[in-house]
């Protein structure tokens, strides 16, 4: 891949955000999310790379744009595997909450697992504590691992995890362990990445949430040297269908990160749209609004925060080609 599409994706995020951000707090997530898919499109047209959809937003009959199968691209330039979300946290825009992303990540075609869109279940950590978790253990098996690699007690250890009634166990015997909870209403993308993150204070991330976010959360740790293990949870014979349709014949294997993304090389890229541990969210002051965002490259284990300003007088639409 060319080195390049690291900033091109800044572009595509940056957009995303802005365009979204005009609806946090207005409790209208399917407006913001139209806002951020709209804004994605346009400027992945301008980008130099052959790119097809294999994580959006969801089957052609399904979603207007930026869905499964979907080329992206100007049509010159490498060709790329593509799970995007244009908008990751359309109830925490809705509500006006932290942690809402919009959210790209490529890596070589043929390198992306095509999640199916269901329940996945998921552990994730940081750096530490790559080698040490096994979604098949148990939880304080995990949470002491975690802890001594990181060289805590596992009071210390904080694990973060979806607000469901289906988390209500895990949720006890995280507590039995003895180690502390963060929970969260939406958004386990970001919080599956401030595993890898101290400032964060995160440490592990449970639980079931999507599938392709799986997928997101995995190319953004494989850059940042964390890991992600994850299992299908298919609901119904439907599901299971789709799974085996999507290439994915045994539905109870373990994922791990080489099953998630292949190859040595993936890009990732995500501009807070509200204000979260890791990324501040979209301002807006009269024509000028300032964004953050994060862009990583596994190839070069990069990170970089970049924070723009915007001039939306000089470019209305976010798009100057």
Same mark, same amino acid.
């Given at each position: 891949?060319?080195?390049?599409?690291?900033?091109?994706?800044?572009?595509?995020?940056?957009?995303? &955000?802005?365009?979204?951000?005009?609806?946090?707090?207005?409790?209208?997530?399917?407006?913001? %999310?139209? &806002?951020?898919?709209?804004?994605?499109?346009?400027?992945?047209?301008?980008?130099? /790379?052959?790119?097809?959809?294999?994580?959006?937003?969801?089957?052609?009959?399904?979603?207007?744009?930026?869905?499964?199968?979907?080329?992206?691209?100007?049509?010159?330039?490498?060709?790329?595997?593509?799970?995007?979300?244009?908008?990751?946290?359309?109830?925490?825009?809705?509500?006006?909450?932290?942690?809402?992303?919009?959210?790209?990540?490529? &890596?070589?075609?043929?390198?992306?697992?095509?999640?199916?869109?269901?329940?996945?279940?998921?552990?994730?950590?940081?750096?530490?504590?790559?080698?040490?978790?096994?979604?098949?253990?148990?939880?304080?098996?995990?949470?002491?691992?975690?802890?001594?690699?990181?060289?805590?007690?596992?009071?210390?250890?904080?694990?973060?995890?979806?607000?469901?009634?289906?988390?209500?166990?895990?949720?006890?015997?995280?507590?039995?362990?003895?180690?502390?909870?963060?929970?969260?209403? %939406?958004?386990?993308? &970001?919080?599956?990445?401030?595993?890898?993150? %101290? %400032?964060?204070?995160?440490?592990?991330?449970?639980?079931?949430?999507?599938?392709?976010?799986?997928?997101?959360?995995?190319?953004?740790?494989?850059?940042?040297?964390?890991?992600?293990?994850?299992?299908?949870?298919?609901?119904?014979?439907?599901?299971?269908?789709?799974?085996?349709? /999507?290439?994915?014949?045994?539905?109870?294997?373990?994922?791990?990160?080489?099953?998630?993304?292949?190859?040595?090389?993936?890009?990732?890229?995500?501009?807070?749209?509200?204000?979260?541990?890791?990324?501040?969210?979209?301002?807006?002051?009269?024509?000028?609004?300032?964004?953050?965002?994060?862009?990583?490259?596994?190839?070069?284990?990069?990170?970089?925060?970049?924070?723009?300003?915007?001039?939306?007088?000089?470019?209305?639409?976010?798009?100057?080609?």
């Amino acid at each position: 891949m060319e080195r390049s599409l690291s900033m091109e994706l800044v572009r595509v995020t940056e957009a995303a &955000a802005l365009k979204s951000a005009r609806w946090m707090g207005r409790g209208k997530k399917e407006e913001a %999310d139209d &806002a951020a898919t709209s804004a994605m499109r346009d400027v992945f047209d301008t980008i130099p /790379m052959k790119g097809t959809v294999v994580i959006g937003e969801g089957e052609m009959d399904e979603a207007p744009m930026l869905y499964i199968g979907e080329k992206l691209g100007n049509g010159y330039g490498p060709r790329v595997d593509v799970a995007v979300d244009p908008l990751e946290g359309t109830n925490i825009v809705a509500n006006g909450t932290w942690n809402a992303l919009a959210v790209i990540a490529i &890596a070589d075609h043929g390198q992306l697992l095509h999640a199916p869109d269901m329940y996945m279940d998921k552990i994730a950590v940081g750096p530490e504590s790559v080698g040490k978790i096994d979604i098949n253990a148990t939880v304080a098996d995990n949470l002491k691992a975690v802890a001594e690699a990181k060289g805590k007690d596992v009071e210390d250890v904080v694990a973060t995890i979806l607000d469901r009634k289906r988390h209500q166990q895990l949720i006890h015997e995280i507590r039995d362990a003895g180690a502390r909870i963060k929970l969260i209403s %939406d958004g386990d993308v &970001a919080a599956a990445i401030n595993t890898a993150f %101290d %400032d964060t204070g995160v440490d592990i991330l449970f639980g079931s949430g999507g599938a392709p976010e799986g997928v997101l959360a995995a190319v953004a740790l494989k850059c940042l040297g964390g890991e992600i293990q994850g299992k299908l949870l298919p609901a119904n014979d439907d599901e299971l269908d789709r799974c085996i349709r /999507m290439g994915i014949e045994d539905v109870n294997k373990v994922l791990y990160m080489e099953d998630f993304v292949g190859g040595e090389d993936a890009i990732f890229a995500a501009t807070g749209v509200t204000d979260g541990e890791l990324l501040q969210g979209v301002q807006f002051k009269g024509q000028k609004a300032t964004t953050q965002t994060l862009v990583m490259r596994a190839k070069s284990g990069t990170v970089r925060f970049i924070d723009g300003d915007h001039s939306l007088k000089k470019k209305p639409n976010l798009v100057i080609k």
